[in-house]
């Protein structure tokens, strides 16, 4: 690993692994235009439905799913959670935070700290109550709409909403937001009756009695999660997200400088475990067009020159495919193992994980990859998942980024406009080192 990766990482939004952080600006958009793959597992995770982001917040869309899945294992029953809710509050958080003079446009990538911060203090609601005309809807059209609104207001001195960020006043910075959203009156009203006009009164310091219901606190979210004992127990998402049995980001064994086989072999045991225990596992990866096959798959194989449109991405590791179990063999992804036995072999030392499976972001569309076969396709099975090889996810690779992501912005100069923005993407590109695999978020103890 190169001095010159490890500075780009701590200096842009792309993808940032700086004080055990992992960061993702605008996530990866779909190579081409969705992923498909196997689903079920080796491990039992209780999936929710696939859906495919519009813009990059692939780690809302994750962070949801994974709570999505963790709410089914403790209930049996399926929830369609917002992102569209998240995005607002994150937006809303960036407009009214100290600073945002002059702010031109919003951050769309976050961090898993961010995602459970968010969960903690505006905690979730159903897609059907914050949107309700996308109740059904795989994909967001009004987060798209609702992002070019936004930027495009910011992108005016004179707009109410870049006035109301000059004087700092929330509750018009909020005002203008819900108009930008399209919320429905109904919704923006008990939005204000749980977290006030300005927005200050968040469900981590402050709780409605009785909370409306169509806000979901984190604190009436039941999950089935693993306790100290490292039994499972049905507790809340406040659980999960704070506190003692709060999951936390752990940095694949590449970024923290050992890369030797025996380190790489126990980070893999810790996601076995919880996968085991059917618990999904949030990854943050490295997306490299140049390593995926036609079949949705991401290998070894890459192309002399790294592609252009890779990027940070945020998944949901549901399974994975294992050889060289003693005494079992291989244990294929897409079929859940119940053998106690099996499943402890599958942690040996000499057991090779093949590939970890993720349910994506990027849609459930059959004809996903274009340039696939009839029957190639139908051998895939169902679609919305990618199988991530570890030959790709663990090998130091370059990547292309633009050049100007490599250089620290520059402080407005004594006397010039506070609100007005320096830098800017120059379109020329530089190859720094990474490995693909970024890390994961874990349940303590695993």
Not at 34 to 51: L, N, P, R, W
Not at 376 to 403: H, I, K, Q
Request: aromatic share 8%.
């Amino acid at each position: 690993m190169g001095a010159t990766a490890r500075t780009w990482w701590g200096r842009i939004g792309s993808v940032v692994l700086a004080a055990g952080a992992l960061a993702l600006g605008a996530c990866a958009a779909p190579p081409g235009d969705d992923a498909s793959s196997t689903a079920a597992a080796v491990s039992d995770v209780h999936e929710t439905s696939v859906k495919k982001q519009v813009i990059g917040n692939c780690w809302l869309y994750s962070v949801t799913g994974w709570a999505e899945a963790l709410h089914k294992g403790a209930t049996g029953e399926t929830l369609d959670l917002s992102e569209s809710y998240l995005s607002y509050w994150y937006w809303f958080d960036q407009l009214t935070q100290p600073g945002a003079c002059g702010i031109k446009s919003v951050v769309e990538g976050g961090t898993w700290d961010t995602a459970r911060d968010l969960v903690a203090r505006y905690g979730m609601m159903r897609e059907a109550d914050f949107v309700p005309e996308e109740a059904a809807a795989e994909s967001s059209t009004r987060q798209d709409e609702a992002l070019k609104a936004l930027n495009a207001a910011l992108a005016s001195k004179s707009s109410p909403l870049q006035k109301a960020i000059a004087t700092g006043d929330r509750a018009a910075i909020r005002a203008e937001l819900t108009k930008i959203w399209k919320l429905d009156v109904k919704v923006a009203a008990e939005l204000t009756a749980v977290f006030g006009a300005d927005g200050s009164q968040t469900l981590d310091k402050h709780r409605p009695a009785p909370i409306p219901l169509r806000v979901i606190a984190p604190s009436d979210l039941a999950v089935r999660i693993p306790v100290a004992s490292g039994a499972l127990e049905t507790r809340t998402l406040a659980d999960a997200v704070a506190g003692s049995r709060a999951w936390t980001e752990v940095q694949a064994p590449g970024w923290t400088g050992d890369e030797s086989p025996e380190a790489r072999r126990a980070y893999e045991r810790r996601i076995q475990r919880a996968l085991h225990d059917g618990q999904p596992v949030l990854v943050s990866w490295w997306v490299d067009t140049d390593a995926l096959d036609n079949r949705g798959n991401f290998t070894t194989r890459q192309a002399a020159e790294p592609s252009k449109d890779g990027g940070g991405h945020m998944s949901i590791i549901t399974d994975y495919q294992v050889s060289n179990v003693p005494g079992f063999g291989t244990l294929a992804a897409g079929k859940v193992e119940t053998r106690a036995k099996a499943l402890e072999a599958a942690l040996s030392e000499s057991a090779t994980i093949e590939f970890f499976r993720i349910k994506n972001s990027w849609g459930s569309a059959p004809d996903a990859w274009k340039d696939r076969a009839a029957a190639e396709r139908a051998a895939g099975g169902p679609p919305g998942y990618n199988d991530l090889y570890t030959g790709y996810l663990f090998e130091a690779r370059a990547a292309a980024v633009d050049s100007s992501m490599l250089v620290a912005p520059e402080a407005p100069a004594p006397g010039a406009d506070p609100c007005a923005s320096t830098g800017g993407p120059t379109g020329e590109y530089e190859y720094v080192g990474l490995y693909p695999m970024l890390g994961v978020v874990l349940p303590p103890g695993y």
